[in-house]
């Protein structure tokens, strides 16, 4: 049987794109590097080096790091910076965006990474990740300004994550489809597995931390209480799915179709999970696949950031269940403001 591996499917689509020099392949190459020690690291915790477990540090997040956190980060941060083929790196993990130097050969192309996904997870073998996010440098000359680490989701070159699973699968886009690709651990080798994704237009099944109810504003409380109740018609109860790990949930919703959220709350006003990192890039992802990435009132890709760090509410899944809860969202919210300028 004739397999693609994941070089030869990156240097296919890197021929139809024009003026192609080789340099995106590059960094396709390393990432999938990077990715596949990780794996590793992931499939032997336990028994090899001392890997699990916390750093005792706290990073930019205000949360603490684990050791996987910081071995991936500083995993991606030297392959990916070494590669001569982007000019600046940002991580979730790092509050600065790290420039690379001139003796390492700065490229074109900006990485920005969640390094390590679902770090609560790392301890109890479930299913954590990498999201990564690849944009070109817009400023001229060789200074990296705002201009190229601030730019809206729609200008993505290209996205991708890599789950770790009970098997490793490596995700990606460049504008044409969404492709997935399983690592064979005999060969170490990354094989088609998931061509040309498409994310079904509606799914029966929700995912979010309802442990937060209690922190959650109407409009939201609203939205679940009607995703649970029984209506045939609408293929209602949706059924309840949460991992809390981001990126495995979100392979999940690509492959069966649903709806991911992480609303605010009274907690994180602003939403939990952070632009660059992980918004944009699952954003680019789903719409490439067919589905919808919103804030909850505004698409995800629209949104020129603030900040490397930024945070937002985030609904994500098929295109009917995005719709649906932006739908209810306004609607309610709309009550809501009719019943206090009422209430007075
Ligand atoms: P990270 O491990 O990169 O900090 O991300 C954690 C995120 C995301 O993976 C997940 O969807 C969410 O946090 C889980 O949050 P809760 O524990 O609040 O549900
Ligand atoms: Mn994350
Ligand atoms: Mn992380």
């Excluded at 509050?95 to 490229?107: M, S, T």
């Excluded at 729609?154 to 886009?173: H, L, P």
């Excluded at 059924?239 to 992480?262: C, E, N, P, Q």
Aim: charged share 25%.
């Amino acid at each position: 049987m004739e397999r693609t591996t994941l070089v030869q499917h990156i240097r296919q689509q890197e021929k139809t794109i024009p003026g192609a020099t080789g340099e995106f392949t590059s960094l396709m190459n390393e990432i999938m590097v990077a990715g596949k020690i990780i794996s590793l690291q992931v499939n032997s915790a336990g028994i090899g080096e001392d890997i699990l477990g916390l750093t005792g540090k706290i990073n930019v997040q205000g949360e603490e790091v684990k050791k996987l956190d910081e071995f991936s980060d500083i995993t991606f941060t030297k392959i990916i910076g070494q590669s001569g083929t982007v000019c600046a790196i940002t991580s979730e993990e790092k509050e600065e965006a790290y420039i690379i130097p001139p003796e390492d050969h700065p490229g074109k192309y900006i990485f920005m990474m969640d390094p390590l996904d679902g770090s609560s997870n790392i301890d109890v073998n479930v299913n954590i990740g990498t999201i990564f996010s690849i944009y070109k440098k817009k400023s001229p000359g060789l200074e990296v300004t705002d201009e190229d680490l601030l730019q809206k989701g729609s200008e993505q070159v290209a996205a991708g994550y890599i789950v770790y699973g009970s098997s490793t699968i490596f995700v990606y886009t460049s504008g044409q489809g969404v492709h997935g690709f399983t690592l064979d651990p005999t060969l170490g080798e990354f094989f088609l597995s998931h061509p040309d994704l498409k994310i079904p237009e509606q799914g029966s099944t929700y995912s979010a931390n309802e442990g937060n109810w209690g922190i959650w504003d109407e409009s939201q409380k609203d939205l679940v209480a009607y995703l649970k109740e029984e209506d045939s018609a609408t293929g209602r109860p949706y059924k309840l799915r949460y991992i809390g790990s981001l990126v495995a949930d979100f392979h999940r919703t690509l492959l069966k179709g649903g709806l991911f959220m992480y609303p605010k709350d009274s907690k994180s006003p602003k939403g939990k999970l952070r632009l660059s990192f992980e918004a944009a890039p699952l954003a680019l992802i789903v719409e490439k696949a067919g589905g919808k990435a919103s804030t909850g009132n505004q698409p995800i890709l629209d949104i020129t950031p603030t900040g490397i760090h930024d945070r937002l509410p985030l609904f994500i899944g098929s295109k009917n269940d995005v719709e649906m809860a932006e739908e209810r969202l306004a609607a309610k919210g709309k009550k809501g403001s009719w019943f206090k300028w009422l209430s007075g």
